[in-house]
């Protein structure tokens, strides 16, 4: 179905898989797949519903930005090569659907970044999580600062970004970086059962969730609160909230129309 050379895509009933897809590099992003991934993201479907991203191979979900691409970068290059990693994160984590990083082995550096910029990520019992960039006399350039603070806290983040040190999945979950996880062999069967759950809501309903949540997470509290009610208000426009309260209350099952 895709015409890329480094990420595949499948659809099956409004759920969009995209799979980074160079395992013999550890799907390490390089340009050339950064740029397919916008590409990517840019040409979904409207009818989408969901996006999941996972990692091609049993090894790595994406084991960061290419090393080889960057080791020869100018100052310059470095700084555009970190704007182009934020260009395709930001696309990705300003989509109205869910996304779900469904993170199958290691998430380091920019693979980290990547699940981050999903809503949240499911990881199998085999992901390992790092920012490892001191390592390599960088620091995280496709948002690992940011989102990762964000996501565990100030001061987990930084013991992570100075560290450098991988965490096992088991430490991801009680840190709050993964929200489940799972036998290797049930990741992709858990992934969609998350995802099937989530389709039999009003789809308006879960992406206006989304869009609030994302308000609220970078404004003050008053003013989400207010933009929380604005958003309630505007689902009492939808045909999906007359039928949503009134399949309840005729005790069926709702049959959305998705506005
Ligand atoms: N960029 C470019 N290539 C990468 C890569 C990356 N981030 N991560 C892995 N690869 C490549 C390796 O160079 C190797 O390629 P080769 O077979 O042509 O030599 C291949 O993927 C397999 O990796 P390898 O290191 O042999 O696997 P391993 O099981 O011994 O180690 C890791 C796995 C993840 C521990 C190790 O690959 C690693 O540390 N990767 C870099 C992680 C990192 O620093 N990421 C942040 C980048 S800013």
């Given at each position: 179905m895709s015409t890329y050379e480094n990420i595949l895509i499948g659809s099956k009933d409004g759920v969009v898989r995209i799979t980074i897809n160079r395992a013999e590099k550890l799907n390490a992003l390089n340009r050339a797949t950064l740029t397919e991934l916008e590409a990517a993201i840019l040409a979904l479907?409207?009818?989408?519903r969901l996006l999941v991203i996972t990692g091609a191979?049993?090894?790595?979900f994406v084991a960061g930005a290419d090393i080889s691409e960057m080791a020869d970068l100018t100052a310059e290059q470095g700084a555009s090569f970190a704007r182009l990693g934020h260009e395709v994160l930001a696309r990705l984590e300003s989509l109205e659907v869910p996304v779900i990083a469904a993170v199958n082995g290691y998430a380091l550096g920019g693979g980290c970044e990547l699940a981050l910029a999903a809503d949240f990520i499911i990881a199998s019992e085999k992901a390992r999580f790092g920012q490892p960039e001191v390592s390599l006399g960088?620091?995280?350039?496709?948002g690992g600062t940011v989102r990762l603070s964000r996501r565990i806290g100030d001061a987990r983040a930084r013991q992570l970004l100075f560290t450098g040190e991988m965490i096992k999945a088991d430490e991801a979950y009680r840190i709050g970086l993964a929200n489940e996880v799972v036998a290797a062999g049930e990741l992709m069967t858990r992934v969609d059962a998350i995802a099937a759950k989530i389709m039999e809501n009003a789809p308006r309903a879960v992406s206006l969730s989304k869009r609030a949540t994302r308000f609220g997470e970078e404004s003050e509290l008053e003013a989400a609160c207010v933009f929380e009610q604005q958003v309630f208000g505007l689902c009492?426009?939808?045909h999906d909230q007359k039928e949503g309260m009134r399949a309840f209350l005729d005790k069926r099952k709702p049959s959305w129309i998705g506005r």
């Open positions: 479907d409207p009818e989408v191979g049993d090894k790595a960088v620091t995280a350039g496709f009492f426009a939808t």
